[in-house]
């Protein structure tokens, strides 16, 4: 067997079924219902993560309550949480609101087990959040984050980053909610895994905007978008995908668990946990290439000679071989990232930068998509 490559920070989709219908939902298309968990599942996905050492997982994929079907009176959820706790794993979720209060009324002593949750808004505004998920889910955000202000669990508000919900008017609005419920705020820029998302991208200059508008207000937690750190001046490592990082996907109807280097990255998928050693499916040939890209960014089409190389390494794995995708229907790591600040910088005639960054200074805080995903992560002031 190869050696093991340190893999801190994971992902983990655990089930199939999600009631609601976002519109800019990355997982839909691959969740395919016919199989559902067993607590043997459970335990040997569990020994494989343990095998490796991994330090945190995320829940999240689909509605995390929904581990076995569509009704949560089947759920798993508080058997996987307090198995991974047993482990010595630090867990996560990430949830529109539902799987937090559902657990609070039924199964409350499964809150002390967790970490910190990520409550999903599309926007600050209910109206506007409502309707982009096909069902009226404001209010079940904002009593999670009250749930987890009650138990003393970690929070975050995380939004999707799309073409309608970044102007200053949201950023500024987002940035008070996290403030009043004492939330850390969490930008995850849209990757397209579907042609539909394609209308949902927001520009470059929009892209540099808001993630400025956010560290003009709070203090920087995480700084996981390469290209931001680029623009504000910091060291980054480039995209953490299959290098720190990975994704468990959710059960086949045919009884496998894949997995890939990237949630997002659904063409890299492969293998079964179920019955491969985890240690060999990420020394697999698509983690292979997501190491290439981040250890070889001289490779990537337009970065060799660039100033910028050993902190961007590219930009966000993903968010480039989706756009290439779609574009020209090739999958292609060796591209480069949409945002390229000088491909920005040549488009707006001025040089683009993000000023006066303030750190977050507070040891011991550990929040599960650190160094999970290129996402940016802050403290409201």
């Not at 995320?58 to 009704?71: A, D, K, R, V, Y």
Request: aromatic share 8%.
């Amino acid at each position: 067997m190869n050696t093991v490559t340190p893999m801190g920070n994971i992902g983990w989709t655990l089930g199939n079924d999600c009631p609601y219908r976002c519109k800019h939902c990355y997982s839909h298309i691959v969740r395919n219902r016919g199989r559902d968990l067993t607590k043997k599942d459970i335990d040997r996905i569990i020994q494989q993560i343990v095998s490796i050492n991994v330090q945190t997982v995320n829940l999240g994929g689909n509605e995390p309550i929904f581990t076995n079907g569509s009704n949560p009176k089947d759920t798993l959820l508080p058997y996987i949480i307090r198995s991974l706790y047993d482990a010595k794993i630090v867990v996560g979720l990430t949830t529109a609101g539902i799987t937090l209060t559902y657990l609070e009324r039924f199964y409350p002593e499964t809150l002390t087990f967790i970490n910190d949750v990520d409550v999903s808004l599309d926007s600050p505004f209910s109206e506007e959040h409502n309707t982009n998920r096909g069902a009226p889910l404001f209010n079940q955000a904002i009593k999670a984050l009250d749930v987890c202000d009650e138990y003393g669990i970690d929070h975050t508000v995380v939004m999707c980053g799309m073409n309608w919900n970044l102007s200053d008017r949201h950023i500024d609005e987002l940035i008070q909610l996290a403030r009043k419920h004492h939330a850390f705020v969490r930008i995850n820029y849209i990757k397209p895994t579907e042609l539909g998302h394609t209308e949902k991208i927001p520009d470059a200059a929009t892209y540099y905007r808001s993630a400025d508008r956010l560290l003009s207000q709070c203090q920087l937690v995480e700084m996981g978008e390469p290209l931001v750190s680029v623009a504000a001046g910091l060291p980054h490592k480039g995209c953490p995908c299959g290098t720190k990082s990975f994704r468990i996907h959710s059960i086949t109807p045919d009884g496998k668990v894949p997995v890939s280097p990237c949630v997002y990255a659904h063409d890299y998928k492969i293998g079964d946990l179920l019955t491969d050693d985890l240690a060999d499916i990420i020394q697999s040939i698509p983690f292979q290439i997501f190491r290439s890209r981040h250890e070889k960014p001289q490779t990537i089409d337009g970065c060799s000679g660039c100033q910028h190389i050993e902190s961007c390494r590219g930009g966000c794995a993903s968010r480039a071989y989706l756009t290439e995708k779609f574009k020209s229907g090739k999958i292609d790591l060796s591209v480069r990232d949409p945002y390229c600040i000088l491909d920005a910088e040549r488009s707006n005639s001025e040089r683009l930068t993000i000023g006066n960054i303030e750190m977050f200074q507070q040891p011991g805080i550990v929040l599960v998509h650190r160094d999970y995903l290129c996402t940016l992560i802050a403290k409201p002031k």
